[in-house]
């Protein structure tokens, strides 16, 4: 499977946004998916995961409350949206697949498969 990723963008402190990730490929709902995230000097964290069928979510401590994972197996799309931003939120955020055989839901080494990236700046 690909991954395409989109949505990102600068917004102020406050604001929601809506990341995408489009996969195409291998049958999307064999897979869980998951959001990470990474800012300049800092490691890969963990966001946010999703289980095939989509009845099960992971989520961040840092996270949570403020981020919705959801997706949508008829359109291939996994969707993250994030409300009151914060200034720290600024990264680049990245999607991934794992087949759900050997899914780790937030271990980035539970993922083999990874989108490229979509920026999320957050002005204060």
């Known amino acids: 499977v690909q991954l395409l990723a989109f949505g990102g963008g600068l917004v102020q402190t406050g604001a929601s946004l809506r990341l995408s990730c489009a996969a195409s490929g291998r049958p999307f709902s064999n897979f869980g998916m998951g959001w990470f995230r990474q800012a300049p000097g800092q490691e890969r964290e963990f966001v946010a995961s999703?289980?095939?069928?989509?009845?099960?979510?992971y989520y961040a401590d840092s996270m949570r409350g403020r981020v919705t994972i959801s997706r949508d197996n008829r359109k291939n799309t996994v969707y993250l949206q994030m409300n009151s931003l914060k200034p720290e939120d600024t990264a680049s955020y990245y999607c991934?697949?794992?087949?759900?055989?050997?899914?780790?839901?937030?271990?980035?080494?539970?993922?083999?498969?990874w989108g490229q990236g979509t920026q999320v700046t957050v002005s204060s």
């Open positions: 999703i289980n095939w069928s989509g009845d099960t979510q």
């Open positions: 991934a697949a794992q087949h759900w055989r050997t899914w780790t839901p937030d271990s980035e080494n539970g993922y083999d498969i």
